[in-house]
């Protein structure tokens, strides 16, 4: 049987199969002799095929050594500082004021942006286009019924933008009226980073409207020398020149000392909510139901909203996530995936006017709309040692500073998922040179009581956990050094008491 060569020709993208005999193919007399046009196209064949075979070695070669340059962002999910390198960890700061329409409404606009779009980069410039779309609607979201006024307390909120790729940008808020207009209207300076800090960006929202009472250049160089500074890590100061006249010459920010709790006031949650509702909120958060929140103060919404999202740690939302809800797009709780959105008080006849879907909850204090199968969600032994442990920090609230709360209640959800999954390392089995496969079966069965297992069951059907067990495949260095120290503490501490 002959040896059929596809060749491409020179004039075109055409091919044609050509029959070669039988035999040797060398410079020797016994050699068939191919016609002229035949042997060019074959030594053009054959020399494409060299070209690629080089090009496909030196991709690979190429792409291992890359991959040997770089172990560890391949193989690890970046911590929110990492994905913020190369970029500035404060982000833009931009002012967005209320400017008349002509049908006699109030639109918010861009008045003000730092940096000047002329200093940023390519790939900034694409990225702050889509920035400035949202921002002015996340800015002031409840509506266009706006009039001048004499007297504005003003209130510091935060929302969500999420990018195609996943990603997170938080916009940090601070609606104000200006000084010395008489009636106006407010305006708000936002601060967007990719680093979640309600706490630290609040102080700095502090120093901004302290300088906006004097004068808006004063902004500038505080601006300036914030973006030149290098964010705090947990627990340690950044200080930059005030430029504040007869106020001193330098100003302090501090990080927070532990890396979830970054942007966590779990004070707003304890005075607002009481410990059963906020585990019934827990429970249908870790199911990944459908969640609304209702109050009327931004700032109520935005910190209540991120304090729930931070009791799911090591897990992540990963789904629709607007701490503070825009009017115009309030028909968001008609959608049948799973979301956590914070909604004004003003808009609730809206809301409940909307076809909602089943096992949608409408939480505000003093009432909620529920399922009615909270309590029985989670296993009732560890729910009533969380409920405790939530009592007991809510009766010393007054006695311990917001840090101090922030790590004590997250404390007692961190033990939850020790205790629950804690073991999920144990089952993952690796390959020697490939990433892991998790055994979920074996996984489920290593667990002794019933009722635990009968939640994880329910569990590891849900988005946060693939996405966290997708990571832990990757590599078999932890992705959450906190949680795995719990873990590893929690296993001693079972170890000393059978010891002992």
Same mark, same amino acid.
């Given at each position: 049987?002959?040896?059929?060569?596809?060749?491409?020709?020179?004039?075109?993208?055409?091919?044609?199969?050509?029959?070669?005999?039988?035999?040797?193919?060398?410079?020797?007399?016994?050699?068939?002799?191919?016609?002229?046009?035949?042997?060019?196209?074959?030594?053009?064949?054959?020399?494409?095929?060299?070209?690629?075979?080089?090009?496909?070695?030196?991709?690979?070669?190429?792409?291992?050594?890359? #991959? /040997? +340059?770089?172990?560890?962002? *391949? @193989? &690890?999910?970046?911590?929110?500082?990492?994905?913020?390198? =190369?970029?500035?960890?404060?982000?833009?700061?931009?002012?967005?004021?209320?400017?008349?329409?002509?049908?006699?409404?109030?639109?918010?606009?861009?008045?003000?942006?730092?940096?000047?779009?002329?200093?940023?980069?390519?790939? #900034? /410039? +694409?990225?702050?286009?889509? *920035? @400035? &779309?949202?921002?002015?609607?996340?800015?002031?979201?409840? =509506?266009?019924?706006?009039?001048?006024?004499?007297?504005?307390?003003?209130?510091?909120?935060?929302?969500?933008?999420?990018?195609?790729?996943?990603?997170?940008?938080?916009?940090?808020?601070?609606?104000?009226?200006?000084?010395?207009?008489?009636?106006?209207?407010?305006?708000?300076?936002?601060?967007?980073?990719?680093?979640?800090?309600?706490?630290?960006?609040?102080?700095?929202?502090?120093?901004?409207?302290?300088?906006?009472?004097?004068?808006?250049?004063?902004?500038?160089?505080?601006?300036?020398?914030?973006?030149?500074?290098?964010?705090?890590?947990?627990?340690?100061?950044?200080?930059?020149?005030?430029?504040?006249?007869?106020?001193?010459?330098?100003?302090?920010?501090?990080?927070?000392?532990?890396?979830?709790?970054?942007?966590?006031?779990?004070?707003?949650?304890?005075?607002?909510?009481?410990?059963?509702?906020i585990l019934h909120i827990f429970a249908?958060?870790?199911?990944?139901?459908?969640?609304?929140?209702?109050?009327?103060?931004?700032?109520?919404?935005?910190?209540?909203?991120?304090?729930?999202?931070?009791?799911?740690?090591?897990?992540?939302?990963?789904?629709?996530?607007?701490?503070?809800?825009?009017?115009?797009?309030?028909?968001?709780?008609?959608?049948?995936?799973?979301?956590?959105?914070?909604?004004?008080?003003?808009?609730?006849?809206?809301?409940?006017?909307?076809?909602?879907?089943?096992?949608?909850?409408?939480?505000?204090?003093?009432?909620?709309?529920?399922?009615?199968?909270?309590?029985?969600?989670?296993?009732?032994?560890?729910?009533?040692?969380?409920?405790?442990?939530?009592?007991?920090?809510?009766?010393?609230?007054?006695?311990?500073?917001?840090?101090?709360?922030?790590?004590?209640?997250?404390?007692?959800?961190?033990?939850?998922?020790?205790?629950?999954?804690?073991?999920?390392?144990?089952?993952?089995?690796?390959?020697?040179?490939?990433?892991?496969?998790?055994?979920?079966?074996?996984?489920?069965?290593?667990?002794?009581?019933?009722?635990?297992?009968?939640?994880?069951?329910?569990?590891?059907?849900?988005?946060?956990?693939?996405?966290?067990?997708?990571?832990?495949?990757?590599?078999?260095?932890?992705?959450?050094?906190?949680?795995?120290?719990?873990?590893?503490?929690?296993?001693?501490?079972?170890k000393h008491r059978r010891d002992s």
């Amino acid at each position: 049987m002959g040896l059929w060569l596809f060749t491409t020709t020179l004039a075109g993208c055409t091919g044609h199969r050509v029959p070669l005999p039988s035999g040797r193919i060398s410079g020797s007399s016994a050699s068939p002799v191919l016609p002229p046009g035949h042997l060019l196209a074959f030594h053009f064949t054959v020399l494409s095929l060299s070209l690629f075979f080089f090009f496909c070695l030196f991709g690979f070669c190429f792409c291992f050594w890359l #991959q /040997k +340059e770089n172990r560890r962002p *391949l @193989l &690890q999910k970046a911590t929110p500082r990492e994905r913020c390198k =190369g970029r500035q960890e404060t982000g833009y700061l931009v002012v967005v004021s209320l400017k008349k329409t002509s049908d006699g409404r109030y639109e918010p606009k861009i008045t003000y942006q730092f940096p000047k779009r002329e200093n940023l980069l390519r790939g #900034q /410039k +694409e990225e702050e286009e889509r *920035l @400035l &779309q949202a921002i002015p609607l996340f800015c002031f979201p409840d =509506g266009n019924n706006w009039a001048p006024v004499t007297d504005f307390t003003s209130e510091t909120f935060s929302f969500v933008l999420t990018n195609v790729d996943g990603s997170r940008k938080i916009g940090y808020c601070r609606r104000l009226l200006p000084s010395g207009r008489g009636v106006c209207l407010p305006e708000v300076f936002c601060i967007i980073s990719c680093l979640g800090c309600f706490g630290l960006f609040s102080k700095i929202l502090d120093e901004v409207e302290k300088r906006r009472q004097i004068s808006m250049a004063v902004i500038y160089p505080f601006m300036q020398g914030l973006r030149e500074s290098p964010f705090p890590a947990p627990g340690k100061t950044v200080t930059i020149k005030s430029f504040i006249p007869e106020s001193g010459t330098e100003v302090a920010h501090s990080g927070p000392w532990t890396a979830h709790l970054e942007h966590v006031e779990f004070q707003a949650l304890l005075q607002r909510l009481s410990p059963d509702l906020i585990l019934h909120i827990f429970a249908s958060a870790v199911l990944e139901r459908r969640l609304i929140f209702l109050a009327e103060e931004l700032s109520v919404l935005s910190q209540c909203i991120h304090a729930v999202a931070a009791l799911l740690y090591p897990f992540t939302w990963a789904h629709t996530y607007i701490p503070v809800v825009p009017e115009c797009l309030l028909d968001t709780v008609c959608c049948p995936t799973p979301f956590m959105v914070g909604i004004q008080m003003r808009h609730l006849e809206r809301v409940l006017d909307q076809p909602m879907e089943e096992q949608c909850q409408v939480l505000h204090s003093p009432f909620a709309f529920q399922v009615g199968d909270e309590e029985e969600i989670l296993p009732i032994k560890l729910q009533n040692e969380m409920l405790t442990s939530l009592n007991r920090h809510n009766n010393n609230n007054n006695v311990h500073t917001s840090e101090q709360v922030n790590t004590l209640v997250s404390e007692a959800f961190v033990q939850f998922f020790v205790r629950i999954v804690g073991h999920y390392a144990s089952h993952i089995k690796w390959s020697k040179n490939g990433p892991g496969t998790f055994q979920e079966r074996a996984f489920c069965k290593a667990i002794a009581s019933k009722t635990n297992r009968k939640f994880v069951k329910k569990f590891v059907k849900t988005n946060m956990f693939s996405l966290f067990i997708e990571d832990a495949e990757k590599s078999r260095i932890p992705q959450e050094v906190y949680f795995q120290q719990k873990i590893t503490e929690y296993h001693e501490q079972k170890k000393h008491r059978r010891d002992s």
